[in-house]
């Protein structure tokens, strides 16, 4: 009898850097950046649902006092409260040099801490976007809205480089815009990185926000078993199957290692949420099956974790 993963041990600690530390004390500002119609307007209601006082369109010469009014003052009478800032093409004074030169100032002061998170989003969505709501881009004056996609992409690229975070949200439905920026900027429920785990089908594509991704096709496929097709991984007639696949203990060992090394240092590199991908073909059997192993393990190890099975009602 084929026996399964012996239990692991805890993650190791690492001591980790101030960004993953953190003193407490340090006034917290995100700058909201990123293509026109990307959805930056959607992100910033959402950070101030989480608790952020989130404000659009401020002058780049006035982002100094905005964010620390009490320059001047001890740190103590500093603001307390994080502050979501959206800086675009509209913006006053915009420009990728004053942009940069601000948020370097930013940075260069020990009493704030500053992140960027910067919205993308595929060409031909922001497209339909501007199409299906009539609007027209900022930087296509007289042009097709094309062009002033095109025009913004290659304006905004160094602030991209920039960005602690990436979002695209071509995809992407309200309801995971929030849980990412949740994950992402949110109060953390401990000290640790907030884990989410997802199934999905290769037949869909890859989940855009994924930091790693598995590969499980290999396994032996229910969907070739007329009794199993029905099923999903959920289903404990499903699980045998699988686990009888000689490889798959072998592969969940080899997850679970890799996972107790990499955690640790995203953790202390000041990563605060990490998205874990699990394919198979049609996303209903065997990704369903071992992203829900992999999110039990995760949580026996004192994680927080999230699952979704992104493609469960497709078909394999």
């Known amino acids: 009898m084929t026996k399964g ?23 917290s500002v995100l700058l909201v950046t990123g293509m026109s119609g990307a959805g930056k307007s959607s992100a910033l209601k959402v950070l101030e649902d989480i608790g952020y006082e989130a404000v659009d369109n401020v002058p780049l010469s006035l982002l100094g006092s905005l964010v620390t009014p009490g320059r001047r003052s001890p740190p103590a009478d500093r603001r307390e409260r994080a502050i979501a800032i959206g800086v675009d093409i509209r ?16 940075l260069a002061d020990g009493g704030v801490s500053v992140r960027v998170l910067f919205l993308d989003c595929e060409d ?10 009539r609007r027209r881009h900022p930087l296509a004056e007289d042009r097709p809205v094309t062009d002033g996609i095109v ?24 309801g995971d815009l929030k849980r990412i920026l949740q994950g992402n900027f949110g109060p953390r429920p401990g000290p640790d990185m907030t884990l989410f785990v997802t199934s999905f089908s290769y037949r869909q594509g890859l989940p855009r926000e994924a930091d790693l991704v598995f590969d499980v096709r290999f396994l032996a496929n229910p969907h070739y078993d007329a009794t199993l097709r ?12 699988i686990t009888a696949d000689a490889g798959y203990y072998r592969f969940f060992e080899g997850v679970t290692g890799l996972l107790m090394s990499l955690i640790p240092r995203y ?16 996303g209903r059997h065997r990704s369903v099956f071992v992203a829900g192993k992999l999110a039990a393990w995760l949580e026996e190890q004192g994680q927080a974790v999230q699952v979704r099975h992104r493609d469960l009602g497709s078909a394999e």
């Open 5 to 27: 993963p012996t239990s692991a041990p805890a993650f190791p600690k690492d001591g980790g850097d101030d960004r993953a530390k953190g003193t407490g004390k340090e006034a």
């Open 91 to 106: 913006t006053r004074d915009f420009g990728i040099e004053p942009f940069v030169r601000t948020l370097d100032q930013l």
């Open 124 to 133: 031909e969505e922001l497209r339909h976007r501007y199409t299906a709501s």
């Open 151 to 174: 025009r913004e992409r290659r304006l905004v690229s160094p602030l991209r480089a920039r960005a602690d975070v990436v979002l695209d949200t071509t995809e992407l439905a309200p």
């Open 230 to 241: 029905p099923l999903t991984g959920l289903d404990p007639e499903v699980a045998v199957f």
């Open 267 to 282: 953790a202390a590199e000041g990563k605060s949420y990490l998205t874990i991908a699990v394919g198979c073909t049609g």
